[in-house]
């Protein structure tokens, strides 16, 4: 079963603004999946819809396989949604935050799971608080914790970790992986690609509220990232017409230090990394240094999404 199944959604605000057009993308239950764009994209709309305080215009939603839209209380107690927007009653304590939460859920509060969320979320010290003296990080952590209460199936994270610091960041990281060892499925926007690479197992692009892409991460990555030779030669190369035709399969570029070949495969599969540098040498000659650098989730996200923001 799915955790969520989104079929044809689309948003068009009331000033004529369609934020989301057409999506459809299927979230596998126990993933940990990446919802990546850049802003204004369309992400916070499409979490908003899914807690329910942005209504679509087109589409339909599933999740566990029920209705988003007809069973609606259903849905709610199994997702727990940490939206961008920082709102809590100034007046309460992050622990009443939490009691009356559960509540809303419908839930007794279960004071042990209140303690654990404080202790991983690092919180515990600041539980008896006004909610108003916490840190813009704090109430960050306070927002996840809310999101966790009820114990949801599906925990959904929209930038969870702006403004919180470097070591906050991985150990929140570290309690999500926990959690999504034990079977949650985690789904999440953030603009740290470098974490969303090393946490997800699933990836999806969005752009001007197109979907570019959505696939397993290790997939992403074997299909669309490419490697690159870098050949130092302390200067930046030339390309003339000739040696434009004869690197041409490499798509050559002249950098600062020198030049840069992509790479690709052979009919064997290796890479044509040996053919590229012979072919580099024959025109300019060895280099003082070379490597071999492969794109990243972040160079990969740029290549699609410049393509797409140029075909727009
Ligand atoms: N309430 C609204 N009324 C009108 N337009 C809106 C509204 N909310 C969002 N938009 C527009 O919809 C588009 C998508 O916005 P959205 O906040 O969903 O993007 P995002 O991918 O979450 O961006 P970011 O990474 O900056 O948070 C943007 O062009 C935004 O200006």
């Known amino acids: 079963m799915h955790a969520l199944e989104i079929h044809g959604l689309g948003k068009t605000y009331n ?47 599933s999740l566990f396989g029920r209705d988003l839209f007809n069973d609606r209380a259903w849905c709610k107690k199994r ?51 006004n909610t108003r003296q916490l840190s813009g990080g704090m109430r960050r952590r306070l927002l996840v914790a809310q999101a966790l209460v009820h114990r949801p199936e599906l925990v959904i994270l929209d930038e969870p970790t702006a403004g919180v610091d470097v070591e906050l960041r991985r150990r929140l990281w570290d309690f999500m992986r926990e959690l999504n060892n034990k079977g949650i499925t985690i789904l999440l926007t953030t603009h740290y690609l470098d974490e969303a690479e090393e946490l997800c197992d699933q990836v999806a692009i969005i752009d001007q509220g197109n979907l570019l892409t959505a696939q397993p991460m290790q997939q992403l990555m074997q299909s669309v990232a490419s490697s690159y030779l870098w050949l ?11 040696d434009k035709l004869a690197l041409a399969t490499y798509e050559p570029r002249s950098s600062e230090e020198g030049l840069c070949l992509k790479l690709g495969r052979l009919d064997d599969g290796n890479s044509t990394f040996h053919q590229a540098y012979e072919a580099a040498v024959a025109r300019f000659g060895p280099p003082v240094d070379a490597g071999v650098r492969s794109e990243d989730l972040e160079d990969v996200f740029l290549r699609l999404t410049a393509r797409h923001g140029a075909k727009a």
């Open 15 to 61: 000033n004529g603004k369609t934020a989301l057009q057409d999506v459809n993308l299927t979230v596998p239950q126990g993933s940990f999946f990446a919802l990546l764009g850049p802003n204004g994209a369309g992400k916070s709309t499409m979490i908003n819809v899914l807690a329910d305080t942005v209504r679509p215009t087109a589409g339909n939603v």
């Open 79 to 129: 997702m727990g949604v940490v939206p961008q927007e920082i709102a809590f009653d100034p007046f309460f304590t992050p622990r009443e935050v939490l009691r009356f939460t559960s509540g809303l859920f419908g839930c007794k509060p279960d004071e042990a799971w209140i303690d654990e969320l404080f202790e991983r979320l690092e919180l515990t010290e600041h539980s008896k608080k």
């Open 232 to 242: 130092n030669y302390a200067k930046p190369v030339t390309l003339n017409e000739t």
